[in-house]
């Protein structure tokens, strides 16, 4: 079965960074294979927010509102997606989730597109 656990998540200061990471298992990512993968973000009472998807090839997406201070990348070598942070507002604060597709190649922040999930990093911006 494959398996997605987010790590990485914490509780910062305005304008400070972090670094959540996402390790898959079950399946291994490389250039050889297709695979989607994202991050999304969840406050109570609202819906599930795409913020970046990558490819296998690197290449990436992002919702505006983080676009030039979030970063998605992969590490095929160590199986894991890494989301990084940087400039973080209080309005980022949100329960973070990866995502995958595997099997499949297509950049997307569309949440019913990914099949798999994780339980989730809590990322708190004061």
């Known amino acids: 079965d494959v398996q997605l656990v987010e790590s990485g998540g914490g509780s910062v200061e305005a304008g400070m960074s972090l670094r959540p990471s996402c390790a898959v298992s079950?399946?291994?990512?490389?250039?050889?294979?297709?695979?989607?993968m994202g991050w999304f973000r969840q406050v109570p009472g609202k819906g599930r927010e795409g913020v970046a998807g990558?490819?296998?090839?690197?290449?990436?997406t992002y919702e505006d509102s983080v676009k030039g201070r979030f970063t998605i990348s992969n590490d095929n070598a160590k199986n894991t997606v890494h989301l990084e942070m940087n400039s973080l507002k209080p309005e980022d604060t949100a329960m973070y989730y990866c995502?995958?597709?595997?099997?499949?190649?297509?950049?997307?922040?569309?949440?019913?597109?990914?099949?798999?999930w994780g339980q989730g990093t809590q990322v708190t911006v004061s």
């Open positions: 990558i490819d296998r090839y690197g290449n990436a």
């Open positions: 079950g399946y291994t990512l490389s250039t050889y294979a297709p695979y989607s």
């Open positions: 995502a995958a597709r595997l099997g499949w190649a297509w950049l997307s922040l569309n949440k019913d597109w990914y099949t798999n």
